[in-house]
């Protein structure tokens, strides 16, 4: 029996975490796959409860959980209060050690006309962002007085060496090409990533790697997204360039992640928001919590053919025209969830 620690956090959280749960069920009893589920409070919904965003019996459970599912956090409530909900976030990644944040990019062939990018653009676009999680200007100190601000960005280079690794044998199962983004031309710690990237490309002699700079790889992924196969950045350029990648498919919604450690439990996540600004309606884009569901079964319990079945599930259904609002339709989470399952 794996136990399953589920946080829905805020916003479309719960409303998304609900459809994920409901197509891991049906998927778990079509493939006879033992589960208990644990829910706990995150995010604002632990500040609310426990005055924390990552309470003590939360994280306790995450620790000895065979795999996390986190739906999305933050309310525009907490903006000013002295205790944010993304606090929570950066903390559980920090307690559990997750350093490395698997974020595929592929266009679903039933999406390929709705992308805003021309046909010829997307085609073979097929990338994943590996996004260092766990230092960088996020975990350094931050300092805000009245007239001056200052963020720490610093990286080790064991922290460099760990995630390269992990980019590197990833790309070695794909098409063995690494794309290290950086900003060594005016940063120090793009300069260590630079030659900690070439110091472990000599490990992998069979995989290509190149350089970019992190203003110029922004223009690439939209003038030529389709040369990227695998991208390794440090934490706020993989932020920002993978909320960027998301236009590619068309929307954040169909976006899901997984974060890693050298061991202990994974946490999978969609790389979007709370969306406060459709949260309660009914109509956020479930996708990217079944996909992140889909990413569990294959990375943290071997189940391929379960991860396959949501992904053909998925694609069949948008391939049907089932579209939720994000995407140009009608469908609501519901309805879009029950397509799915159906589909199964
Ligand atoms: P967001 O990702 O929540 O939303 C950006 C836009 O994308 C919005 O228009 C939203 O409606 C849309 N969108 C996102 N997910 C969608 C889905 N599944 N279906 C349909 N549309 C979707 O970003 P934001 O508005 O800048 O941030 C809102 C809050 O979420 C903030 O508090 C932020 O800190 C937090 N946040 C949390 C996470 C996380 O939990 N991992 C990630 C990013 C932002
Ligand atoms: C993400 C989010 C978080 C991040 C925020 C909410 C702290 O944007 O998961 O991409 O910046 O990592
Ligand atoms: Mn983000």
Redesign the pocket.
Known sequence: MKKIVTLA?D??GPE?MTAGLEVFDAVAQKINFDYEIEAKAFGGAGIDTSGHPLPDDTLAAAKTADAIL?A????PQYDKAPVR??QG?LAIRKELNLFANIRPVRIFDALRHLSPLKAERIAGVDFVVVRELTGGIYFGQHTLTENSACDINEYSASEIRRIMRKAFAIARGRNKKVTSIDKQNVLATSKLWRQIAEEVAKEYSDVTLEHQLVDSAAMVMITNPACFDVVVTENLFGDILSDESSVLPG???VMPSASHSESGPSLY??????????AGKGI???I?MILSVAMMLRDSFGETAGAEMIEHAVNKTLTQGIL???LGGLANTKQMTAAIIANL
């Open positions: 956090g916003g479309i998304i986190l999305a956090i933050g309310s909900p993304e976030l929307t954040l919604g996540e969609p790389i979007h928001g709370s969306a406060p600004d459709i956020a884009n479930p990217s939720t609002r994000d």
